[in-house]
């Protein structure tokens, strides 16, 4: 019979391998951002916002703070750097007023990152009120973070389209929150619950949708372009808490 610690890491592992395909799922979108050499109307605020939820995860799977999250730590450190490589791009290409605004959100994210851990370090002494502290920091970011795809769910009962929903980042987000859930209750982790948790029902929500509105969604020339804007918001619900990537 297999173990519950070989079963935790298999269910990591796969959560660690959806979470990277919800991580490259932006990739069309910086293909588009190098072609045109110009950000145009594209935003940095879901890569900004990821970057500051996987910082907070990767600090969080630390064995100083959670002990025996190494798959936490692997998705969301790999999800961080892929997070930096697409700002290096966006910021390359954006125009001068645009690149400080990055600038100061990274610098602003990473100092955040730094006073939390600071408190964490200074002001609590076991694993049990550090994983705690800083559990709750990563579920209230997870939560805000589904403001986005809230706005595409509305924005596709409004015009009874999907167009701006695809569905395999939908399913992914749902298969996503689904892993990461079995994860967090084969070693129990209320804080990973909590974010994917939260993740499976916004992935349900949307795949509901989809079978809703697929039907009555209009094919024209503008859909690929209409797709890869909705990539940018719908990946914040991804990432989560690897979370998310996240655990949540």
Known sequence: MVSATVARN????????ISL???LSPIPTFITIY?????????????????????????YGLPIVHPDSLLVITINATGLAIELFYLSIFFYFSPTPRKVKVGLWLIGAMVFVGIVATC?????????????????????????????????????????????????LSLANFLNGVIWVIYALIKF??????????????????????????KTTP?????EENLSK????????????????VPA
């Open 219 to 223: 094919r024209d020339d503008e859909e």
């Open 189 to 214: 982790d209320l804080f990973i619950l909590i974010g994917n948790g939260l993740g499976t029902v916004s992935g349900a929500v949307q795949l509901i949708l989809y079978a809703c509105y697929y």
């Open 10 to 17: 298999i269910a990591g592992i796969f959560g660690n391998v």
């Open 21 to 23: 395909f919800l991580f």
């Open 120 to 168: 964490t370090l200074l002001l609590f002494h076991t694993h049990n009120k550090r994983s705690s502290f800083v559990g709750i920091i990563c579920v209230i970011f997870v939560s805000l973070m589904y403001i986005a795809p809230l706005t595409i769910m509305s924005k596709v009962i409004k015009s009874k389209s999907v167009r701006y929903m695809p569905f395999s």
């Open 35 to 59: 072609k045109m050499k110009k950000v145009e109307e594209y935003k940095a605020d879901p890569y900004l916002a990821t970057v500051l939820n996987c910082a907070l995860w990767v600090f």
């Open 230 to 245: 909705a990539n940018s918001q719908l990946q914040l619900s991804s990432n989560q808490g690897q979370a998310k990537g």
